[in-house]
Structures are given as structure tokens and as C-alpha cells.
């Protein structure tokens, strides 16, 4: 059997729409995860937001695993438990303060908002607090959830 050069052209041009449909495609999945990483990255600066990488990882890490007891919320991300502890109050209370600097400015915002986490009584043990997500933490996930994945959040 032999194979023509007009068959190995035909062949030729095959492979390459083929490769061509699957770089654009992979183009286009990637801008829009890059478009999404931007917009979730705006929104984690926001102002109304202003969250630290240590309270965001305690945030999410709660919303993963609702129930957590401070001592499981130490081990699940590995900071230590004063800084657990601090990061909790801030996320608890209603209350969040942001601080910057950039050169020789540097600002204090003291933004009043409804508390994300909650503490409750943990049903094991009376002694310790289970961490719960607080009704604007969850409504913060579901904020997070339309930006990461927008089909899902539409349906």
C-alpha cells in the first residue's frame, strides 16, 4: 500500500486544524481562568474584604470542614495556635482593621462588618468551640463560588 502525497497532505492539514482548535481552545480556558484568578484576586483586596493569607487559609480551611475546634483548626493549617487565636478573634468579631504601608505612607482602616465565623459549643466536647461559617460567610463562599466557577453559581 502505498500513500500519496496528496494523502499526506490531506493528513498534514489534519493535524495541524486539529493542533490549531486545541491551542485556541487551551488560549481560551486559560484566559478565563486567569480572568477569574483576577477577578477573585479584586475581590480578596477589596476593602470590604481585607483579609490576611493566615485568615483567609483559617477561613476557607472552616468552610472546608465546618465544626472545626481551634486545636484541628492549628493542625489543619500549620500556624501557630496564638496566631490561630488572634486570626479567629478578628474573624469572629465585627469588627476589621487593615493596615498598609507602601514607602513613606501608611494607613489604618477600621472597617465595621457582620462577624464571618462563628464559635459555638462543640458537640464532643462542652469545653471547646466548634467554628462554624456565620451567615456572611457563607454569603462570602457563595461571592467566591460565582467568581471560581460562574456556570455552577448560575445554575
Known amino acids: 500500500?502505498?500513500?500519496?502525497?496528496?494523502?499526506?497532505f490531506a493528513l498534514d492539514a489534519a493535524?495541524?486544524?486539529?493542533?490549531?482548535?486545541?491551542?485556541?481552545l487551551w488560549n481560551l480556558m486559560m484566559s478565563q481562568t486567569?480572568?477569574?484568578l483576577l477577578a477573585l484576586t479584586k475581590m480578596l483586596t477589596a476593602k470590604e474584604i481585607a483579609m490576611s493569607t493566615d485568615e483567609l487559609l483559617c477561613?476557607?480551611?472552616?468552610?472546608?470542614?465546618?465544626g472545626l475546634s481551634v486545636g484541628?483548626?492549628?493542625?489543619e493549617t500549620g500556624l501557630p495556635q496564638s496566631t490561630v487565636s488572634r486570626h479567629l478573634k478578628r474573624?469572629?468579631?465585627?469588627?476589621?482593621?487593615s493596615?498598609?504601608?507602601?514607602?513613606?505612607?501608611s494607613w489604618e482602616l477600621e472597617l465595621g462588618q457582620e462577624a464571618l465565623l462563628e464559635q459555638r459549643v462543640h458537640p464532643d466536647n462542652p469545653k471547646q468551640k466548634a467554628l462554624h461559617l456565620a451567615?456572611?460567610?457563607?454569603?462570602?463562599?457563595?461571592?467566591?463560588e460565582a467568581v471560581i466557577n460562574p456556570n455552577h453559581a448560575a445554575s
Not at 493535524?15 to 485556541?24: A, P, T
Open 1 to 8: 500500500m502505498t500513500t500519496s502525497k496528496s494523502d499526506l
Open 91 to 97: 474573624l469572629s468579631s465585627g469588627t476589621r482593621k
Open 72 to 75: 484541628e483548626l492549628v493542625t
Open 15 to 24: 493535524i495541524y486544524i486539529h493542533l490549531w482548535i486545541c491551542i485556541r
Open 99 to 105: 493596615k498598609g504601608e507602601l514607602g513613606p505612607i
Open 59 to 66: 477561613f476557607l480551611a472552616v468552610a472546608v470542614r465546618p
Open 34 to 36: 486567569a480572568n477569574r
Open 135 to 144: 451567615a456572611e460567610g457563607q454569603a462570602l463562599m457563595a461571592r467566591f
